[in-house]
């Protein structure tokens, strides 16, 4: 049985299409980034997958079910973008309380471990910084040992350090068999902490895969080289080329085809190249080409 399944789900706003016939199914065990730029429908998606929300068309399924009954199964944890913690009380007292609402909690020291808690155990909640309090966030979130868990840009107030270690607490709770979808727009976080990358872009999946796969799947080369303080006009009309950028004296052309791209660079321009390389696109060209605007 899949964690989850999504089948044709559209869901709307008014006028606006937030989701637009997403079929998606997440195999129980896997960890799942949803990546997409603002907007996209990354948490219309979770909303619906947690039962906040309900789609216009189509099915959504959790193990097996409603996504209603796998919450009331206790079988789901979340942590949303807001939610406020109830500030007097200290960061064990919340976590302690949350954990005993379910009938087979995770154990409040190792909770705290698993969340880098342990030092701000006796922190009144009301007294943490934004990241202090997202790693709360994720504690009572993983509290009830849920099977599946959605985390909607969960480290989207977390500086570099708290990041790294917010990922190693995640890893740490997927691991033994666990399912965790998250949405982020940060492409470094999808790729280093996911084994598949769900891109979607106005509603809809443009690419699924592993992140290898997708900066393969994307197609494009890019052809870099050194200028030496020439100048460049007309780059973009090359055969192949999508996109042309300078920076730091180095051309980088984005290009479909770079055979024809490099031959007409030598052919068809008085540029003196040096140092040309040609290279696969990263995962940031893939997933810009990929979001871009029709
Ligand atoms: N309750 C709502 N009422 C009206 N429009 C909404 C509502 N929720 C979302 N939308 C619209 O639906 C679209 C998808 O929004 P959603 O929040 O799902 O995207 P997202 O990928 O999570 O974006 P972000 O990365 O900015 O959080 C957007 O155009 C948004 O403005």
Same mark, same amino acid.
């Given at each position: 049985m899949d964690a989850i399944a999504l089948t044709d789900v559209s869901k709307s706003y008014g006028d606006t299409l937030a989701v637009d016939g997403l079929d #998606?199914? *997440?195999? *129980?065990?896997?960890? @799942?980034?949803?990546? !997409? %730029?603002?907007?996209?429908?990354?948490? =219309?998606s979770i909303n619906m997958l947690l039962g906040l929300t309900r789609p216009t068309r189509g099915r959504v399924e959790v193990f097996g079910g409603s996504p209603g009954e796998a919450v009331a199964r206790g079988d789901v944890g979340a942590m949303l973008q807001t939610g406020d913690l109830i500030p007097e009380l200290t960061v064990r007292e919340l976590v302690d309380f949350v954990r005993r609402l379910y009938p087979e909690p995770l154990g409040l020291d190792e909770l705290l471990r698993m969340a880098d808690l342990t030092d701000l155990a006796r922190? %009144?909640?009301g007294k943490l910084s934004g990241g202090?309090?997202?790693? @709360?966030?994720? /504690? #009572? /979130? @993983?509290? !009830?040992? %849920?099977?599946?868990l959605m985390l909607d840009e969960p480290t989207a107030a977390m500086d570099v350090e708290s990041r790294l270690r917010f990922w190693k607490s995640m890893r740490e709770y997927a691991a033994g068999g666990r399912t965790v979808l998250f949405a982020t727009h940060y492409l470094e976080e999808a790729d280093e902490n996911s084994d598949r990358v769900v891109v979607i872009a106005r !509603?809809?999946?443009?690419?699924?895969? =592993?992140?290898a796969q997708i900066k393969a799947g994307s197609g494009d080369r890019v052809v870099r080289f050194v200028l030496g303080g020439q100048a460049v006009a007309g780059l973009d009309a090359l055969p192949g080329v999508s996109a042309v950028e300078v920076a730091d004296d180095v051309a980088t052309l984005r290009t479909a085809d770079p055979d024809a791209t490099v031959a007409a660079l030598y052919r068809g321009t008085s540029l003196e190249i040096r140092d040309l390389r040609i290279a696969g696109a990263d995962l940031e060209d893939a997933f810009l080409a990929l979001t871009r605007e029709p």
């Open positions: #998606l199914t *997440v195999e *129980v065990g896997r960890t @799942v980034a949803l990546l !997409g %730029p603002n907007g996209a429908g990354k948490s =219309t922190r %009144p909640a202090q309090a997202q790693r @709360v966030r994720f /504690a #009572l /979130a @993983v509290a !009830g040992a %849920p099977r599946l !509603g809809r999946i443009v690419a699924d895969g =592993t992140a």
